[in-house]
């Protein structure tokens, strides 16, 4: 074992390695914060100037994190945070957790990736170890961030270490978070695996070491590609029970009784946040250039692809039943983040149903407690929109309530008694009511016979 090894190994277990993390988003505060709570002295580098001054005044802008512990670890001096990336010079450790968008061609943007690894180069040293996050596609770590790591001059797995271990966070999700979710990790040699291991083992409960960065950087995109197709075969059975007169929330309930070989997805108005609508292009992007045509994620985003347009036809389906038109009618968004009680509005298929029934002629609003207003540019309409006051009375005041995102803290009762129609896209209102319309569900027993 090479002295390099053994140092970092040592600075690790005594916790007095210095660690960083580059991107102090969804990803990069909960995994600062742990790694200051396991006992390191831990630096967050992001370019947000906000950011930055909000963990310095001891307050977290993510809700999975807790300002009391930002607070905490600030005041015990194992927190700071810098938009400097001249601090890197410092650091034992550097974890990358920056942002990996598509393109608007679906092909992978990976100037973030670059950007932050350009700024580590500048500051990398013999010794240092350094860990890639961000969601990529297979071989982003030897093909990409490696060359510009060694430029150098300084070679890794000799003079410094590199791994890829992917993130799994599932933000909102009360029981698991960044310090109990496993963690699966791949460096390029077996020192950096072991390295990386004994870093994240800190901090985190289960370590799952993997040969290779190739084989770390799959399992995620298997992981969201296995959610997006099995999403994708939901929301087409739903499709399918909607013209076939059966409740396919009834099904999947009952399906998933079965204690072996089911796992229940449940159909929606589409996919959204940062990982299942873009995560399974990086892979076939990738496949695509090993000759490899993947068919199953093609289908799959076809499929979630067209929700909001079966959103949108059963809005109009259920005004047809009030002999009303979209044009002209005024419709409430109950719900606009991508997911339950999370303030995160990236590629939320709400945005994409809001568009639509916009470009029909609908007087749109919304309502969501975690997302206050919606910027001009954010989506189709292309006009600035504030959420409307929580008054469950007013729900009566729309020709049509459309619960879009199922957030914990909607009246779903008082809706029911106030709305004069709603369409629900995630099975929140869970009784038969003449004025619901669900998704993928017989229509209520009050319209199946024509009105004269
Ligand atoms: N959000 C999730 O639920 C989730 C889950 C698993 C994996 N991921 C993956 O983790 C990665 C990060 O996602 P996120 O949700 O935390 O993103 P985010 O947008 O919340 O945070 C990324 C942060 O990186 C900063 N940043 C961008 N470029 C930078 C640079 N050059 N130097 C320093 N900071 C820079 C941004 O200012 C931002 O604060 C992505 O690859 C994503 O796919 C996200």
Redesign the pocket.
């Known amino acids: 074992m090479s002295a390099l090894v053994t140092r970092l190994r040592d600075r690790i277990a005594s916790r007095t390695a210095r660690t960083g993390v580059?991107?102090?988003?969804?990803?990069?505060l909960p995994l600062a914060v742990e790694l200051a709570r396991s006992g390191f002295h831990t630096t967050g580098?992001?370019?947000?100037e906000r950011?930055v001054a909000s963990i310095m005044a001891g307050v977290s802008y993510i809700p999975d994190v807790r300002s009391a512990d930002v607070q905490q670890f600030r005041e015990a001096g194992r927190l700071d945070a810098t938009t400097d990336f001249a601090v890197v010079a410092d650091l034992d450790t550097v974890n990358i957790?920056?942002?990996?968008p598509l393109r608007k061609t679906k092909d992978p943007d990976m100037s973030?990736i670059v950007?932050?690894v350009e700024?580590i180069a500048k500051q990398v040293r013999p010794g240092m170890l350094v860990l890639l996050?961000?969601?990529?596609y297979p071989g982003t770590t030897e093909e990409v961030v490696q060359p510009l790591l060694e430029a150098g001059g300084l070679v890794a797995g000799k003079d410094f270490f590199l791994a890829f271990s992917?993130?799994?966070?599932?933000?909102g999700n009360p029981t698991f978070q960044t310090h109990n979710v496993p963690k699966v990790v791949g460096g390029i040699t077996p020192d950096c695996t072991a390295l990386a291991s004994a870093l994240y083992g800190a901090a985190i409960e289960t370590i799952v070491p993997v040969s290779s960065t190739r084989v770390a950087e799959m399992v995620k995109l298997l992981e969201n590609t296995f959610r997006a197709v099995n999403i994708g075969l939901v929301n087409e059975l739903a499709m399918m029970c909607d013209r076939m007169n059966i409740d396919v929330w009834e099904v999947v309930e009952a399906a998933k009784t079965k204690p072996f070989g089911f796992m229940a997805f449940y159909p929606g108005p589409g996919l959204g946040?940062?990982?299942i609508p873009?995560?399974p292009f990086y892979l076939s992007w990738k496949a695509r250039q090993s000759g490899f045509e993947p068919r199953f994620i093609e289908l799959a985003g076809h499929i979630n692809g067209a929700m909001p347009h079966a959103v949108v036809d059963k809005v109009a389906e259920a005004l047809n039943a009030r002999r009303k038109a979209l044009n002209g009618s005024s419709i409430l968004i109950a719900g606009v983040a991508y997911k339950r009680d999370i303030d995160?509005l990236r590629e939320s298929p709400a945005l994409d149903v809001m568009g639509l029934l916009h470009a029909k002629g609908a007087r749109l609003s919304y309502i969501d407690p975690y997302i206050p207003s919606i910027e001009a540019r954010s989506w189709p309409g292309k006009y600035a929109i504030t959420s409307a006051p929580a008054d469950t009375r007013a729900f009566g005041q729309y020709d049509c309530v459309v619960i879009v995102t199922d957030h914990r803290s909607f009246d779903y009762q008082a809706m029911v008694d106030s709305a004069d129609l709603i369409v629900d896209t995630r099975n929140a209102i869970k009784i038969a009511a003449p004025n619901v319309f669900r998704l993928g569900a017989p229509r209520p027993e009050s319209v199946t016979a024509p009105a004269v």
């Open positions: 580059v991107g102090l988003g969804y990803v990069g580098i992001d370019l947000d950011k957790c920056v942002p990996t973030f950007a932050a700024s996050e961000s969601t990529t992917p993130e799994r966070v599932d933000p946040g940062h990982c873009v995560d995160d």
